[in-house]
């Protein structure tokens, strides 16, 4: 038992073990996820997410495509100070779990890469079936791979 589980049993006599060991996981959990923590220092800012379906239909309509066994890569100019992106994951590939895994994988392998991108860039990433099965590193080689025939990479 962590310090400051014993503080807490201290000052509230009234806690039962169960919600004590209950308060002592949570103060856990958060602390490991601090510590892994990913070492890059930022995040996907709210405004680098293309998010109305209008821009989305325009990237998909109007833009080029790049295709790679895992994934397709839509680009379109949008004539803005900064880049945007979405991440698309069709029901062929599975359940609600599976798409959403699919998607943070995306934007994890598009992350790190994202401030390299030239600004003024719409992006829709789209799953394919295929990356259901592939590790994450595969999936960053591919997002790598369709930026750089895209000439968006050195």
């Known amino acids: 038992m962590d310090r400051w589980c014993k503080t807490r049993q201290s000052v509230s006599q009234t806690v039962t073990r169960r919600s ?3 308060a002592c996981k949570i103060v ?11 070492p890059l220092p930022f995040r996907v800012k709210r405004a680098w997410r ?9 990237v998909w309509q109007q833009g080029r495509a790049f295709a790679h066994p895992l994934v397709i890569l839509r680009v379109r100019a949008n004539g803005l ?5 979405t991440f698309v994951a069709g029901k062929k590939l599975g359940n609600a779990v599976t798409r959403n895994r699919a998607k943070r994988h995306l934007r994890e392998a598009l992350r790190p890469r994202f401030l390299e991108i030239p600004k003024g860039y719409d992006f829709v ?8 099965q592939a590790p994450f590193t595969e999936i960053v080689q591919a997002v ?7 000439q968006l990479l050195p």
């Not at 990433?125 to 259901?132: C, G, H, M, T, V």
């Not at 790598?144 to 895209?150: M, W």
């Open 81 to 85: 100070n900064q880049s945007r992106a």
């Open 28 to 38: 856990w959990k958060v602390t490991n996820a601090s510590a892994n923590a990913s």
């Open 20 to 22: 004590e060991a209950f």
């Open 50 to 58: 293309l998010k109305a379906e209008s821009d989305v239909q325009r």
């Open 125 to 132: 990433l789209i799953a394919r079936s295929n990356i259901a």
């Open 144 to 150: 790598e791979q369709v930026l750089q025939r895209a």
